[in-house]
């Protein structure tokens, strides 16, 4: 329950609607599909995998990276989590703000940064758990009441199948709608943080259903014909937007939009915070932090998430999130080889080395494949056409998948630790 508060965000709705208005319904929803199918297989390794290690994506990336690679990795994990937290706060506080005009926007902010850190100090296995697992039969019932009262009020249109961009629907738009989603494959860290928790008795279950195909069923598929319903039938002045969604549902469902909002920004803000807590403490701890309490790191993130909120740098925000997406579609093509490959176990007969004081600080294999494949990603994405950018996270996949393969299988022992011999940690 604690991972399926991922499930629950505005941005499902109005991504899936965005992409309709651009590349057509049809197109959407063929993007959507192949999007649960990839999410679900790749999930499926990833979770497999962290259940039977119990390593976090920090201790993993050590692995993969060595040291200083690995705190790359905690550093993108931790800033796209805390911006996602900018966002989703935000949406809970426009839309306090609006129901409550008496409050300063950043009264509001504020509201929701006090009451989000904390939600994030128990652990996942109890009490995020427990709290989500109550506040998700709400989230249902809101998305269920969001599409009655809208049918109620302005009737029933077979508009949200044909919607598209004027001029009929691109060609090949249904790609433009998959790779799309190849930009939140930051859920793959997600999974990975949250998977490891599970017991090895339950990794069927959780590699074919908690974090398999069905999730993200409901999560892509539902929320997104429900957000292509809504914004095809609910009126919303200007363009759309998480904003001018929740306006709109607040205007149609008053105090009970305001509930159904906070409980849908809440439940994702918990794995936000929590996940940009933890990692933010598996950063600082090479910097010999590594006594500071969870607790601390919680408050602090939800310091920078207020900080960010009063500055309103969304529009850096949304470039630096397209460059990070492309180093985490590295990330997990890295990851994905590493466990594909037998060549680690044989190195080191079945033990996973980890520890601090025994990885190397580089590692060659992990840190070439990359920065060559995000590199390459990077520089298409910038200097190639509209249509050779919409391969750059597609092929960033490829290029750091083979190039680590290729390392790994002529890698030396000495690339992952610093002496001889292989130690369990």
Known sequence: MAWWAICSAMFWLVVAATLAMNFGTTNALIGLALSVVTYGLINAVITRYAIKTGLSVALFSRVLFGKVGASLATLIFFATAIYYSVFEGSVIAVAIQAYFPSLSLEIAYLIVVLYSVPLVFGSVQTWLDKFNGVLLPFYILGLIAAV??????????????????????????????????????????????????????????????????????????????????????????????????????????????????????????????????????????????????????????GGVVYALMLMNVFSFILQALAYQGIFVVAWVAIALAHIFSPKYDQMFDGHIECDHQRVTSFNPCGLIAWFSGAGLGIIILNFGNASLALFSAPITFLIAFCVYLMLLSGAKHHWFVRDSGATSS
């Open 148 to 301: 009655a009262v809208s049918i109620h009020q302005y009737g029933y249109s077979d508009a949200w199948l044909h919607m598209g961009p004027e001029g009929g629907d691109p060609e090949n738009g249904w790609w433009n709608c998959f790779t799309y989603f190849m930009g939140v494959w930051i859920l793959m860290m997600y999974t990975w943080d949250y998977a490891r928790f599970g017991r090895e008795d339950d990794s069927d279950y959780h590699a074919k259903v908690n974090f398999g195909m069905p999730f993200y069923l409901f999560t892509f598929m539902v929320n997104g014909v429900v957000g292509i319903f809504l914004a095809a039938t609910i009126p919303t002045e200007g363009g759309l937007s998480e904003v001018s969604v929740v306006l709109a549902i607040l205007k149609l469902m008053g105090i009970w939009g305001l509930l159904f909002v906070w409980v849908s920004q809440t439940r994702i803000n918990t794995a936000n915070f929590y996940l940009a807590a933890d990692n933010m403490k598996a950063f600082f701890e090479r910097f010999g932090l590594q006594n500071v309490p969870q607790f601390v790191w919680a408050i602090i993130v």
